[in-house]
């Protein structure tokens, strides 16, 4: 099975478990490589209530190495997810200043300074909104992501299908943009799982969009999202699956920002 490179803390204030216990479930169901990407902390604790402190950054590193001492079996990588927001790019450098870090998988949640489209608390904004409009809007972002080189990995790629929205309109032109970039920045998109747990119950990104980064050429990671232990490596081989049903043979692995090409 591939490393896990999405799982959360309870830093953010909306996961359970600490990091060992990630790892003794991934060390039971036979992972032998996972990473921890907790949301990282902004450079105002107030931005929004989803993440860790800044002056928590230091406790997040160490019980990764807690885990990693605790279970020498494994190999944990250090890591964040890291929202990007046009004009946060200075301070995403500065983090990637701060610790060792084995990657960074850059995700969009925000298409505008105060509204997450993934937030349950602020579904009902979708209401007031075209769905074309919130797509576009995010697959911008992802695009500016994308050709920032700030991230090895991009997160939940078409993360906006989260509760079900799904634009009428051909998305096509958005997502080719988005991973033409992408390939041109050598920067991987990660399976994720979560969205089968989701409304949309479908892997981030769909077969489509998969399809078209494997014709592009655009390296893959897999990652649960864990926001609990045993949703660490949850439907992997569904996900294993559907990368090789549109081609793919290998996925990525990271130590210190550098990736090499692993088998599937
Ligand atoms: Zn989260
Ligand atoms: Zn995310």
């Not at 160490?62 to 046009?86: M, N, W």
């Not at 991230?151 to 929205?165: C, R, T, V």
């Not at 119950?201 to 893959?220: C, T």
């Amino acid at each position: 099975m591939p490393a896990d490179y999405h799982m959360h803390t309870p830093l953010c204030r909306h996961a359970a478990g600490e990091p060992v216990e990630y790892a003794k479930h991934a060390a039971a169901i036979g992972l032998t490589e996972i990473g921890f990407s907790d949301h990282s902390p902004m450079r105002q604790d107030n931005f929004d209530n989803w993440r860790m402190n800044l002056d928590q950054l230091a406790e997040y590193v160490e019980k990764v190495r807690k885990a990693q001492g605790d279970f020498p079996q494994l190999t944990i990588r250090l890591a964040l997810e890291v929202d990007y927001l046009p004009g946060h790019e200075d301070w995403i450098r500065e983090l990637a200043a701060r610790h060792p870090w084995d990657y960074f998988i850059g995700s969009v949640h925000y298409v505008s300074n105060n509204w997450d489209i993934d937030n349950p608390a602020k579904l009902s904004e979708w209401k007031n909104r075209d769905a074309f409009e919130v797509w576009s809007a995010y697959f911008d972002r992802l695009t500016m992501a994308a050709e920032s080189r700030l991230f090895e990995i991009i997160g939940h790629a078409d993360l906006p299908k989260k509760f079900g929205h799904r634009p009428t309109r051909d998305c096509t032109p958005l997502y080719e943009k988005f991973l033409a970039a992408a390939r041109k920045s050598g920067c991987a998109i990660e399976l994720n799982t979560a969205g089968l747990r989701k409304d949309c119950r479908e892997i981030y990104p769909s077969r489509e969009i998969l399809k078209l980064a494997f014709q592009k050429g655009v390296p893959i990671t897999f990652g649960s999202d864990a926001h609990a232990p045993a949703e660490v490596g949850m439907n992997f081989a569904e996900a294993v699956q559907l990368a090789q049903a549109v081609g793919y043979r290998e996925c990525c692995r990271f130590t210190k920002r550098k990736c090499r090409l692993i088998q599937l």
